[in-house]
């Protein structure tokens, strides 16, 4: 079993940063077939929205609304998948999940509240 823990969420006003870091782990100490890890954000009252993500291999994805500011960046040896996000907007505003996705399942972190005041 992997467990996601999640760290750096807070208040920032409109234009600052934010560092948020997802460190997986497992019982058995290793994870096998990493697919990739990333970010999801969920507002009030919409849906869980792919933020970011880094397949294994180096490719990323970003959704159209963070390009340009967020970047997302991964410790290999440290399972340890970060988001660096500038230039913040109250519309980023959501709790942000960390996601880690093998060729057999999907692990969700539970969650870190991101909120940005205008």
């Known amino acids: 079993q992997v467990q996601l823990g999640e760290s750096g969420g807070g208040m920032v006003q409109a234009g600052g940063s934010l560092r948020l870091s997802c460190a997986a782990s497992a019982a058995s100490g290793t994870i096998f077939g990493i697919n990739a890890m990333g970010w999801y954000r969920q507002a009030p009252g919409k849906q869980r929205e792919l933020v970011a993500m880094?397949?294994?291999?180096?490719?990323?994805n970003y959704r159209d609304s963070v390009k340009g500011r967020f970047t997302i960046s991964r410790d290999n040896a440290k399972n340890t998948v970060y988001l660096q996000m500038n230039s913040l907007k109250p519309e980023d505003t959501a709790v942000y999940y960390c996601n880690l996705a093998t060729f057999g399942s999907t692990y969700w972190g539970q969650g870190t509240q991101v909120t940005v005041s205008s």
């Open positions: 880094l397949i294994t291999g180096g490719r990323t």
